[in-house]
């Protein structure tokens, strides 16, 4: 059975930064493409960033480039997402999915999510 864990949300001030991570188990990444997502309350889920299965390309919704990095370590089956320079607007709760070797598609097109974690970006 695939399992994710996302950790390292929270609550931080607006132009603060939080580092997302995404843990595998039953499995190795070694072969998935990893996307994050998010949802706001009454909002469609979104996505925000994903990276190939050999981690050489990413890519950004235009609302997080340049403030946002994805990154992957294969040896810890683990993906991260780190978010600096964070507003009100990516309030959310954050999703990792996987989906074989490549980046594609909205959410429809992933096969595994972890639960999620909640981060609140607020003064």
């Known amino acids: 059975q695939l399992l994710l864990a996302e950790s390292g949300g929270g609550l931080v001030q607006p132009g603060g930064s939080l580092r997302l991570s995404c843990a595998a188990s039953?499995?190795?990444?070694?072969?998935?493409?990893i996307g994050w997502f998010r949802q706001a309350p009454g909002k469609e889920r979104e996505g925000v960033s994903c990276?190939?299965?050999?981690?050489?390309?990413?890519n950004y919704a235009d609302s997080v480039k340049g403030r946002f990095t994805i990154s992957r370590d294969n040896a810890k089956n683990t993906v991260y997402l780190r978010m600096n320079s964070l507003k009100p607007e990516d309030t959310a709760t954050y999703y990792c999915?996987?989906?074989?070797?490549?980046?594609?598609?909205?959410?429809?097109?992933?096969?595994?999510w972890g639960q999620g974690t909640q981060v609140t970006v607020s003064s």
């Open positions: 990276i190939s299965s050999s981690g050489g390309i990413t």
């Open positions: 999915a996987v989906r074989r070797w490549i980046c594609s598609g909205g959410p429809e097109a992933y096969d595994d």
């Open positions: 039953g499995f190795t990444l070694h072969y998935y493409a």
